[in-house]
């Protein structure tokens, strides 16, 4: 039986089949409703039966989060015959239960993925990584032993709010250094992680959809330029070299960030074991190299699914 | 003669007349073009001599900082007769001079603020805090002495990218502390300054044009549910008064920032008063206190107008 898996997140709803079929369509909730886009997919892709798990209900086009899970289940309903959905506790319901407990099904994707690694990796730390957010699962004895919220999760580290495309460098870093002289940077949205990434060329073939903070073109050129400006600067002011630089040390703070949460999960359950997916797998390959961990790739054995992970995970549980 | 300032930022256009008729437009330049509100200011108030500074250049819709001057100065000359440019040396400067050197005449809003001030404040910093950005002029013997360029005064701390209302709190604080837990901030546009401000109620009578992150309402309660979302929560997560104890910590570390800014520049020159504009003086008058420096409130003197300083100081210099 075909079966797929759908990952509903604000910026990008992407999906996965149990025969390895995937995509990524970027589509901000808080610019338009998901309906047209699940149209599409249910039109495209075989399926029987479909799994959802969700993050988009933290947009803005919803006034609380209860608001947000209704209506994308709903709109799921409309269109798939036979839909499950995947709570935090790590059961498939019907639309009846999540009526009755819509914050179960909050900000679930990351537990499809970390029941399907606990099947292959006792102890370990699931870490995955997004154009948005980088979770950082303890899976021990093969369950996942995370918290059940967002809010939890950022409390216990389980949630980083950095990712691979999307992040304002802003909100990373509050001053860089160019030639031994630090500068603040500008509070703005000039630039982002997809900014960083494609100049240092690590996005390697990756043709991920993301939207760039200024509209403009994803060449290294624009990118370089979008750079300069959080020093409110153009290219004739400070040099290509000087962007690399930011560039790197953007991106050591980052992973930074991401290993220290690594660290503090891993001494608290006595793992030493990192398995890493997601666009930003090899960012979290780094960070685990900084924390001491071993890691091992999740695209070495699923290749591009890594980065869909949630999705092409439930699409087997549902199968 | 009746004279006319303009203020051509990216997010407000702001105006005042040597007679004392001042106005802000919210009119961000990353979503269109400058004409027509400049075409509404020439109609509804009284001028024959204009002057012009901005600092819209920076915005996205200019693919770099000389572009944006010459084109907001561009339209300036399709609009108004009599029409004079202040440079970043302190000089009025008509249309022709501006073609030769654009960089000349980008970021300089704070120049015609600061000359004025020096008329009446021999030494001091003159701080002026907007809704994006906070500008900290040393002034020694009547004369600015900061740096001519945003990455000069960005290094030199004469520039803190920081403001009163449109700054995301994301860039201010990476955690916040609730019930004695540290919890780190989603970096996403979830809330800014405005929220946090109108929380403590620091806003005033202030009807100052802004755009919430969400786009939703102003009123406090919108406000504290934009702040709750910071840690990825709503107001039935955690509380009311959790959010204003998250506001408080943010508006603590904005005026650290800023009185950090400010100290520098006091133990530099050797001056130990700030005179303090802006939307935000308030702001700049708890950061005087926190650096150990005295305050003149430009708002004590002039009202209102001291949220439009840069624009009322331009009006009377090309009188």
């Known amino acids: 039986m075909e079966s797929l898996g759908l ?11 149990n025969t390895g079929k995937f995509g990524v369509i970027y589509h901000p909730l808080w610019k338009g409703d998901v309906f047209d886009v699940l149209v599409r997919i249910s039109e495209e892709q075989p399926h029987e039966k479909v799994g959802v798990v969700m993050t988009g209900e933290l947009a803005d086009a919803f006034r609380s989060r209860s608001e947000g899970v209704l209506h994308i289940a709903k709109v799921c309903m409309e269109i798939f015959d036979d839909v499950l959905f995947l709570s935090v506790d790590g ?41 948005t957010t980088t979770d950082i699962i303890p899976i021990v004895g093969g369950v996942p032993v995370a918290g ?26 509050s001053a860089v250094e160019i030639n031994g002289k630090k500068i603040p940077l500008s509070k703005e949205y000039f ?63 980052q992973i930074s960030e991401i290993s220290e949460a690594m660290r503090v999960k891993a001494d608290e359950w006595g793992v030493c074991k990192v398995v890493g997916a997601g666009v930003g797998e090899e960012i979290l390959k780094d960070a685990s190299a900084m924390a001491g961990l071993s890691f091992v790739s999740v695209s070495a ?19």
Chains 1, 2 share one sequence.
């Open 301 to 319: 054995k699923y290749g591009a699914l890594s980065s869909v992970f949630p999705s092409y995970a439930l699409s087997l549980m549902v199968d």
């Open 191 to 253: 630039a982002t992680t997809g900014d960083v990434y494609s100049l240092l060329g690590l996005t390697g073939d990756i043709d991920y959809p993301w939207e760039t903070a200024d509209g403009r073109g994803k060449d290294i050129m624009s990118c370089a330029k979008r750079l300069a400006r959080v020093v409110c600067s153009d290219l004739n002011e400070i040099s290509l070299e000087d962007v690399v630089e930011i560039a790197h040390q953007i991106r050591d703070a």
């Open 91 to 131: 059961s498939l319901h019907c639309f009846g239960d999540l009526i009755k407990e819509p914050l179960k099904f909050a900000a679930s994707n990351w537990v499809a993925s970390a029941i399907f690694v606990g099947h292959h990796y006792q102890d370990c730390i699931f870490a995955d990584m997004g154009s």
């Open 7 to 17: 990952d509903i997140g604000g910026a990008n709803t992407k999906y996965a089949t």
């Open 148 to 173: 059940k919220t967002d809010l939890e999760r950022l409390m216990n580290r389980e949630l980083v709010y950095t990712g691979f495309l999307r992040t304002n460098v802003a909100t990373i870093v």
